[in-house]
């Protein structure tokens, strides 16, 4: 079969259907229908994977979008099994192929050929992870029937194997061409947008259906070396594999005490990582040192972050204080000054309007903050959201009895915002407390005891008011539209 016009095809396709709409998006669904039955009875009732292969190959290198053309695939065809495998083995050589032109001299001529190649590359990068993306994951530990699209389909076991071994080898190879062609596809230079969804999807996506995930660390430790977002959102899989699968990673934590930064309560991806942030600082075996080093630059980032940033602080810091009952000495310190060398090692350290805390060191057991404190929440009582002045409140209860405090659940402050804290205010219901106390119904602005001599009345009313002055006189006021009061004396 012709492979040329495979590309011509889809490309002209693309055009006439921004030009007819539904009667192309038709066209193309019988055309791929056709060469679908071509795959299936082409070679004797097995998968014709070599007209398959130049197929995505087509659809990789298609300079218009494929979108309608990857809607139809995932609507009638990723639902078989051999499919999904000739799939994965098509798009590991492609990936291959196209990585190739990106090491040695290749990624020379690359980085310094014109924008309209790199914007090809580009485009190709995107089709193979949207192509990747749309395949269905299989669930390995349920599945045991598998449809296929070919006669044969892709056992190899002879008839009388049990169907437990059939879906047993089924499974194997499928997971192994997965993981072949995910990390091809990892190890080309990928977008900053892909590389962003890559990572925020791989610890669900692509690590549970990996035949050995632990082959991803390369990957999942030079991201979170990058710093910045992109470590932000490495930390998921990172996790996983440090947790699942026995990975390593010796700089971990300073890794993740140097993220800790004002733009980290910002970023669009927040909400995973300070629940993570709190997963991570749970452990019991934590040191102290590394404790109070979290505890203190969170306490000092409070001062500059959003309130919704700040509730989050107060709720890791709740956290931390009473999973670790070590560094509570950082909410109240205590000399005894009777012992003079404690004394004299306090007054060095704790210097009147200093903080021994230094929060631009990198390094956690460098930072000092075995010898700070917490002033910083003491601080929050007077923020100007009075969400995060009472919320501060709950650091003042003993954290070191556990049977009478709780941990906070990051997840119910982890995606606050300032129109989260907003709303939360307006809809506070507040008690109706009265501005002043009057036994009768006031008529006028002022009483008359407050300015002894004189009445007020009302300019428009003709009627004649009297009062009572000191001196026991009966003072008589009549008061018209025209003529000011005239004050009229009667003893009495």
Known sequence: MATSPLPTATASASKKRRSRGGTLALDEDVALDALMDFVKLGKDGKFHSAIYHKFLYAVVHAADPVDMLLELLVSKYFKYTDIRYFTYTSLDKIANSLGSK?????????????????????????NIYNLLAHVPLMDFQKESTFDMWSTVGLSSKGENDSSKDT?????????????????????????????????ASIHQNVIPSMSNPSILCDFLTRSYDIGGVISVMALSGLFILMTQ???????????????????????????????????????????????????????????????????IIIALIHNLLRRHPS????????????????????SQSKKIGSDPFNQ??????????????????????????????????????DLTVRAKTTEMKITDFSSGSYATVFRDEVRRRLKQVPLAFYRTTPTSLFLGSDFPGWTFGDQHNSTVETTVEGNGKVEAVGASDSTPSKRLRMET
Not at 254 to 279: G, I, N, W
Not at 327 to 346: M, P, Q, Y
């Open 360 to 397: 631009n060191d990198a390094d956690p057991a460098k930072s000092g903050a075995m010898r700070s404190s917490l002033w910083e929440i003491d601080t929050l009582r007077h923020h100007y959201s009075s969400a995060v002045s009472r919320f501060v409140v709950s650091l003042e209860e």
């Open 167 to 199: 879906s047993t080898y089924i499974n194997k190879k499928l997971k192994l061409k997965f993981t072949k062609a995910w990390l091809s596809f990892l190890k080309l230079p990928l977008p900053l947008d892909v590389y962003k969804e890559v990572l």
């Open 327 to 346: 560094v509570n000495f950082l909410v109240h310190w205590e000399v005894d000054e009777s012992d003079s060398n404690a004394t004299r090692e306090a």
């Open 102 to 126: 990106t090491t040695g001299s290749g990624k020379d001529a690359l980085q310094n050929g014109s924008d309209e190649s790199k914007n090809r590359s580009s485009i190709f990068i995107h």
């Open 245 to 311: 699968h026995g990975l390593e990673y010796p700089k971990f934590y300073e890794k993740l005490y140097a993220l800790l930064t004002p733009a980290v309560f910002m970023a669009k991806h927040r909400s995973v990582f300070l629940q993570l942030l709190d997963t991570c600082l749970k452990s019991s075996y934590l040191p102290a040192y590394l404790a109070a080093a979290f505890a203190k630059r969170l306490s000092r980032l409070a001062l500059s972050v959003p309130p919704a940033g700040a509730l």
